[in-house]
């Protein structure tokens, strides 16, 4: 990877509960054509490999109501989880513990609960990286 002198790069990334979840599921599936990267991973690569680029960064606050997600008989909530793990019919294919486990931690991790509905943080950062 080479960043030129006065070169830019531009990254949006999504993170909060999601990236937090992405890396759980990580933990699971260790698929080597699905890797989650998020913004603290670009970050530390970045200070790594780069250390003389600066970079700046603006986040967005970002909520996803995923209250079907929990619905074992909502097919919406079933197309919402499949997209959000990238797991193809997760509710069919992932085994029960797994699937226990990260719907659980997706709730109480990384999801606030309302009255009425279960929010996925998923806030969003544009990272730019610049090298004088």
């Given at each position: 990877?080479?960043?030129?002198?006065?070169?830019?790069?531009?990254?949006?990334?999504?993170?909060?509960?999601?990236?937090?979840?992405?890396?759980?599921?990580?933990?699971?599936?260790?698929?080597?054509?699905?890797?989650?990267?998020?913004?603290?991973a670009i970050?530390?690569?970045?200070?790594?490999?780069?250390?003389?680029?600066?970079?700046?960064?603006?986040?967005?606050?970002?909520?996803?109501?995923?209250?079907?997600?929990?619905?074992?008989?909502?097919?919406?909530?079933?197309?919402?989880?499949?997209f959000i793990?990238?797991?193809?019919?997760?509710?069919?294919?992932?085994?029960?513990?797994?699937?226990?486990?990260?719907?659980?931690?997706?709730?109480?991790?990384?999801?606030?609960?309302?009255?009425?509905?279960?929010?996925?943080?998923?806030?969003?950062?544009?990272?730019?990286?610049?090298?004088?």
């Open positions: 990877m080479q960043l030129l002198k006065e070169g830019m790069m531009f990254f949006k990334i999504a993170g909060g509960g999601w990236e937090k979840l992405g890396i759980i599921i990580g933990k699971y599936y260790r698929d080597p054509d699905y890797n989650f990267i998020g913004i603290h970050k530390d690569i970045f200070d790594r490999r780069l250390p003389n680029v600066k970079y700046q960064t603006k986040q967005r606050e970002l909520w996803v109501d995923v209250t079907d997600c929990f619905n074992e008989k909502s097919q919406i909530g079933s197309y919402m989880i499949d793990t990238q797991i193809y019919k997760f509710r069919d294919n992932c085994k029960p513990e797994i699937q226990k486990q990260i719907l659980y931690y997706m709730r109480n991790e990384c999801c606030n609960s309302g009255d009425t509905a279960i929010l996925l943080n998923s806030d969003e950062t544009s990272l730019i990286i610049f090298k004088d």
